[in-house]
């Protein structure tokens, strides 16, 4: 089983002239340090928007400077918002492919449609569209990593004429692919179209224990690759604060995991939101217990080397392929961050790094035993019969 | 007088698996070079579907990686194409935002309309309109760089609701704002609206001091600055090779350089392009048609006391900064690492040094002509807030 870290760059107000620069700054410090220890990847989300929440809102950014400071770790989206409205299909691809080439081919593709009507309305993508312009979005970009030219794609949220797109990505047919996942429909979905299913929901080893048998049981019998390659995976989230003394990680997760999971609420279900006006740190302070996640109490990462030891030793068992550990949120500082993950990358980590190696071939055999299998069964692209394209220049400057 | 590179990322035919990666890599590697020995700038393109002659359709990836690859140089965006279809504003305000922050505040923000029609018909937009989306698309950028919360904007090609847009730029009111172009009339616009005029023509030392003239004269009298703060400053591209052996130099050059103007030709002017088939670079060497194009025909191509020849004569033309086109063609990693070795360490120093005594009269005249706009009327913006 690997590990993550996932990355918001969550910034609560005040903000003086130094604190994003500081936060940015301080995140790849923190991931050229997880790297060093061994984490598997680094996942930065992509949100818009959404001050004090989440100031990831160019992860492709983010994540090409980390390709700098890091060797082995992977540089995964989480995700990329494919509404063609948002990201263009034309640009995704090429943004992927250069990612992947200045990073020696460890780019991890994780796609979704978006979820807050504060960001999509910003787009005009309304919510009713989303899921078709996420599948168009994804559908386009695949095809445009690959096809050499591009053969064209007439469909109702994007229409894109022959070209070839470069570069191409280093990994091929093209980086992995995930989807965004809450519950078990999309996780099911994930499997039926053959991408890795990242699930941004905080579940017990017991609950993941379920959603891993689903989810391989689908792929096996359900799946029509959406992809040119398969990508048999399931990660869950997990907050990780890990200290010596349990009551002191106890007290800075509540505190803190309880803002993001505040300003979760607040964005998505309880808040009318005022742009540039809203005190969402403050408003947090008066009230802390004002919003309960669904979920209700979650089984996490927080306490003593040995209290997460076991906790990852569940997950490990329960058959996730990954554990994307939550950890920089709220005010939290870059020195208890780093500590955390020092000391839980030292004297935790290791065990489950090398238990992985065979996990990791387990993997490998998967993948060739369904790859063939499967990709017989990957639908036919759309082409549209336009005939040859040869592209006359305008003969204007 | 400051020094940059400007890259296109050319990768000719034939490639194999390692082409495209073994070219980021090494040119990577030139950048940090680039930084180590002094470079002022390193400015890098954007282009779409233009095989071999530009794979840069990326660069804000390529600019990040160089943040952290770099101390000191700036990175520019040469350029970002605005108008909202290839790129949506508030994408950009928060790449540029992103990347002013890791590189500590070493951002320009070059922008542009977009030229070739391959490109802008692979988006649906039309050449008549280009100039207008990217009015707004800049309009648009720059106030949700500095607006807490942006405002809004309504206009013919964007109507966009009060977000506000985070993160905000490291450099504040926001990086400096630059415009492509590559005529006298462009440059003239550049100077209206208050943004760096960064030419992508190869014009003589006499010429270029006459655009510098004109540059700075509109600019006095004429700016009403389309952003919240003026970047007087005037760039001109020049192809670039150095090495103590002339006729190598010349080889080198001739070999590799022609296949800037040839790739120009031919996606803006002259041939039928087939995607994924056409071998430019095979045309390019075997059988290439006839090119004839606006350019200018000077070149710092030589050895160094030609190319400092070359730049003594720019010195006092009232430019600001000299751009260096190197990686066309084939060229190899180890001839750009030591001609920009080279020019560094025996042509730049007199330059640097006359650049730190001018760089404070800059200071100045900044200061003077920003005090002078800010009692001018604001420009009326082509479009209105929500």
Not at chain 2, 77 to 86: A, C, D, E, N, R
Not at chain 2, 179 to 192: G, K, M, Q
Not at chain 2, 287 to 310: F, M, S, W, Y
């Amino acid at each position: 089983m690997k590990v993550g870290a996932f990355y918001e760059h969550q910034v609560p107000r005040p903000w003086d002239r130094e604190t994003e620069h500081k936060l940015f700054k301080e995140a790849l410090d923190e991931i050229e340090l997880c790297d060093r220890l061994g984490f598997g990847y680094i996942w930065a989300t992509e949100h818009h928007f959404l001050e004090e929440y989440a100031h990831s809102s160019a992860p492709e950014v983010f994540l090409a400077a980390c390709s700098q400071r890091t060797k082995q770790i992977r540089l995964a989206h989480g995700i990329v918002q494919m509404a063609p409205l948002i990201n263009h299909p034309a640009r995704v691809a090429e943004r992927i492919a250069t990612l992947d080439l200045v990073s020696d081919g460890r780019v991890e593709f994780g796609t979704g449609e978006g979820a807050t009507n504060c960001e999509l309305n910003g787009f005009h993508v309304t919510q009713e569209q989303k899921r078709e312009a996420w599948l168009e979005g994804l559908t386009v970009v695949t095809r445009m990593m690959v096809e050499e030219p591009f053969l064209g794609f007439e469909g109702k949220y994007v229409t894109a004429p022959v070209r070839n797109i470069v570069p191409k990505p280093y990994q091929r047919p093209h980086p992995p692919l995930w989807l965004a996942c809450s519950r078990r429909e999309s996780i099911l979905l994930a499997a039926r179209l053959g991408m890795g299913a990242l699930t941004f929901s905080f579940v017990s080893p017991e609950e993941a224990q379920q959603w891993v048998h689903d989810y391989y049981t689908t792929l096996e019998n359900e799946c029509q690759p959406i992809g040119y390659a398969i990508n048999p995976q399931i990660a869950i989230m997990c907050p990780l604060l890990c200290d010596r003394n349990e009551a002191h990680a106890r007290e800075i997760a509540t505190k803190h995991h309880g803002y993001f999971m505040y300003g979760l609420g607040w964005y998505a279900f309880f808040a009318d939101h005022e742009p540039g006006k809203s005190r969402i740190w403050e408003s947090y302070e008066k009230n802390p217990e004002a919003f309960v996640m669904p979920e209700g109490k979650i089984r996490d990462c927080v306490g003593t080397p040995a209290q997460i030891r076991e906790r990852l030793r569940d997950f490990e068992a329960s058959g996730v392929d990954q554990v994307v550990f939550l950890s920089q949120a709220g005010k939290i500082t870059h020195e208890t961050l780093s500590s955390s993950f020092e000391l839980f990358g030292t004297e935790v980590l290791p065990e489950f790094i090398e238990r992985d190696a065979k996990r990791m071939r387990e993997k490998a055999a998967l993948i060739e035993r369904l790859t063939d299998r499967l990709m017989k069964r990957k639908p036919k692209p759309s082409i549209p019969d336009w005939g040859p394209t040869i592209i006359h220049p305008a003969g204007h400057h | 007088m400051k020094f940059g590179a400007f890259y296109l990322h050319q990768v000719p035919r034939p490639w194999d698996h390692e082409s495209e990666h073994r070219y980021f890599k090494d040119a990577l590697a030139q950048v940090e070079l680039l930084d180590r020995v002094g470079f002022d700038y390193f400015w890098v393109a954007e282009h779409h579907f233009l095989e071999e002659y530009s794979h840069s359709s990326a660069p804000e990836i390529f600019l990040a990686a160089c943040t952290q690859r770099t101390q000191r140089i700036r990175l520019g965006h040469g350029i970002v194409q605005m108008p909202p279809l290839i790129n949506h504003p508030a994408r950009v305000a928060e790449r540029i935002a992103t990347l002013d922050l890791i590189s500590d505040g070493r951002i320009e923000f070059g922008t542009g309309e977009g030229a070739c029609g391959s490109e802008l018909e692979g988006f649906h937009v039309p050449m008549d309109e280009k100039h207008a989306m990217w009015l707004e698309g800049l309009e648009a950028v720059s106030r949700m760089l500095v607006e807490v919360p942006f405002q809004g904007y309504h206009g013919k090609y964007l109507d966009l609701p009060i977000r506000n847009v985070v993160p905000k730029p490291y450099q504040r009111p926001h990086p400096p704002l630059w415009l492509a172009c590559s005529r006298h009339e462009t440059i003239l616009n550049a100077a209206r609206l208050g943004l760096g005029a960064l030419c992508f023509a190869f014009v003589s030392p006499e010429e270029a001091a006459g655009w510098a003239r004109d540059y700075y004269r509109t600019l006095e009298n004429e700016c009403e600055p389309v952003a919240q703060a003026i970047n007087p400053n005037i760039a001109v591209m020049y192809p670039f090779f150095c090495d103590r052996d002339e006729a190598r130099a010349r080889q080198i050059a001739d070999e590799n350089q022609g296949f800037f103007p040839y790739g120009l030709a031919h996606y803006w002017t002259a041939t039928d392009h087939q995607p994924g088939k056409t071998d430019l670079w095979d045309e390019y060497r075997n059988h290439p048609r006839e090119v004839n194009l606006p350019l200018g025909k000077t070149a710092c191509i030589g050895t160094p006391e030609q190319v400092r020849d070359l730049l003594r004569s720019f010195e006092g033309s009232g430019l600001d900064q000299i751009i260096f086109m190197s990686q066309t063609g084939k060229i190899s990693h180890q001839a750009l690492c030591s001609s920009y070795e080279l020019f560094a360490r025996e042509v730049m120093p007199e330059f640097a040094e006359r650049e730190r005594k001018r760089t404070a009269e800059k200071q100045a005249i900044v200061a003077r002509l920003t005090e002078k706009l800010s009692k001018r009327p604001r420009r009326t913006p082509s479009a209105t807030a929500a």
